[in-house]
T-cell receptor, first 111, second 119 residues
Framework: SQKIEQNSEALNIQEGKTATLTCNYT??????LQWYRQDPGRGPVFLLL?????KEKRKERLKVTFDTTLKQSLFHITASQPADSATYLC??????????FGAGTRLFVKA | GAVVSQHPSWVICKSGTSVKIECRSL??????MFWYRQFPKQSLMLMAT?????????EQGVEKDKFLINHASLTLSTLTVTSAHPEDSSFYIC???????????????FGPGTRLTVL
């Protein structure tokens, strides 16, 4: 069956460190993969998109990698700040207009 | 950036009543909008794809007669939960694609969500 798996445990890190979140998928061949941030009681906010033919994408303190052989994406936040605390969602674009979401990983950055 | 609004942001209703949720793209036109449902600590589950001027496409397991979708204009889609029951209580989120801007064709803009509580 098709699955998208993100770290189910919350991730706690110290301010200034790099946070690394994992997204693994099975039985999908995504055309692209996206990362979103979601705060409690709010809708997701788009962060980054990486296409199947791209290995890495960066935006300010954010970096995403995409390994279609391992079927995995890693999402990094460098120099993390307490304001980065949120739930981060991985989403697969399967072609056409559909986007399939993972359950998300909660990140807590301690000052 | 593109903004999507939802109204209301929260609603409490009695079992058996119907509730309408509006989703608007404020500064762009969206031929396609999406409706999701999210239970606590779970992922967003796509309910249906709303297409302007035509019938919505529902995902497997979603009752189209219970969740009525209307996409009457390029900036407005509505979701009506008919004869709501407590198990329909959830966080409903819409999104829209800004297909008019090159380079962002795969980006979805999400509304802030609507919290529905059915008593």
């Amino acid at each position: 069956s098709q699955k998208i798996e993100q770290n189910s445990e919350a991730l706690n890190i110290q301010e200034g460190k790099t946070a690394t979140l994992t997204c693994n998928y099975t039985n999908y061949s995504p055309a692209y993969l996206q990362w979103y941030r979601q705060d409690p009681g709010r809708g997701p906010v788009f962060l980054l998109l990486i296409r199947e033919n791209e290995k890495e994408k960066r935006k300010e303190r954010l970096k995403v990698t995409f390994d279609t052989t391992l079927k995995q994406s890693l999402f990094h936040i460098t120099a993390s700040q307490p304001a980065d605390s949120a739930t981060y969602l991985c989403a697969l674009g399967t072609g056409g207009f559909k986007t399939i979401f993972g359950a998300g990983t909660r990140l807590f950055v301690k000052a | 950036g593109a903004v999507v609004s939802q109204h209301p942001s929260w609603v409490i209703c009695k079992s058996g009543t119907s509730v309408k949720i509006e989703c608007r793209s404020l500064d762009f036109q969206a031929t396609t909008m999406f409706w999701y449902r999210q239970f606590p600590k779970q992922s967003l589950m796509l309910m249906a794809t709303s297409n302007e001027g035509s019938k919505a496409t529902y995902e497997q397991g979603v009752e189209k007669d219970k969740f009525l979708i209307n996409h009457a204009s390029l900036t407005l889609s509505t979701l009506t939960v008919t004869s709501a029951h407590p198990e329909d209580s959830s966080f409903y989120i819409c999104s829209a694609r800004n297909t008019g801007t090159s380079g962002s064709i795969d980006e979805q803009f999400f509304g802030p969500g609507t919290r529905l509580t059915v008593l």
